[in-house]
C-alpha cells in the first residue's frame, strides 16, 4: 500500500471515528430526553439499542484501524518511535480509550437497563446517574480527540 493510500485511510478512519462519535452521542442524548418528555420506553429502548450497534460497528472497528494506519504511516515516514510526537498520540489516544471503553460498558447497561424496564417511570435512578457519567465520559473523549487532530495536523514541528 502506499504512502499516500495509507494516510487516506488514516484520514477517513480519524473522520469516522470523530463523526460517528459525535452522532452517536447527539443521538442517544437527544433521544433520551425525548424519550423521558414523552414518557416513551419504546423510543429509549430502539435508541439504546443502536446506540451500542452503531459505536460496534463504527467506534469499534475503526478505533482498532485508526492504530495500525498510523504506526505504519510513521514508519514509512521514517519517524524515530522514540520522538516526543509519538508519545504525545500515543498517551492522547489512550486516554480517549480509557474514556471510550466505560461508555461502551455504560451503553450497554443503558440498553438492558431499558430492555427491562416496563415504563420510563420504573427506571431507577441508577439508570440516569449511569447516562450522566456517559455524557460526562464524552466530553474529554471529544477533546482528546481534538488534540489528536491537533497533533496530526502539527506533526511536522516535531519531525
Known amino acids: 500500500m502506499t504512502y499516500l493510500a495509507l494516510k487516506y485511510l488514516h484520514l ?3 473522520a469516522i471515528l470523530f463523526g460517528t462519535g459525535l452522532g452517536i452521542a447527539f443521538f442517544a442524548w437527544f433521544g433520551y430526553r425525548m424519550a423521558l418528555r414523552h414518557q416513551d ?3 429509549l429502548r430502539g435508541v439504546l439499542t ?3 450497534v452503531a459505536d460496534t460497528v463504527f467506534t469499534a ?3 482498532a484501524i ?3 494506519t498510523g ?3 510513521w514508519h514509512l515516514a521514517g519517524g524515530s518511535w522514540r520522538s516526543p510526537w509519538i508519545a504525545w498520540v500515543a498517551a492522547t489516544y489512550v486516554f480517549v480509550g480509557l474514556c471510550w471503553l466505560p461508555v461502551v460498558w455504560l451503553q450497554i447497561q443503558l440498553r438492558d437497563g431499558a430492555r427491562a424496564a416496563p ?3 420504573a ?3 441508577r439508570f440516569h446517574r449511569q447516562f450522566r457519567i456517559w455524557f460526562l465520559l464524552g466530553w474529554p473523549a471529544f477533546a482528546g480527540v481534538l488534540v489528536l487532530f491537533a497533533l496530526m495536523l502539527g506533526r511536522g514541528f516535531f519531525l
Do not use: E
Open 66 to 68: 485508526q492504530p495500525v
Open 41 to 43: 420506553i419504546g423510543l
Open 71 to 73: 504506526a505504519l504511516l
Open 119 to 121: 415504563s420510563v417511570q
Open 123 to 125: 427506571l431507577d435512578a
Open 12 to 14: 477517513i478512519g480519524s
Open 61 to 63: 472497528v475503526w478505533a
Open 50 to 52: 443502536l446506540t451500542v
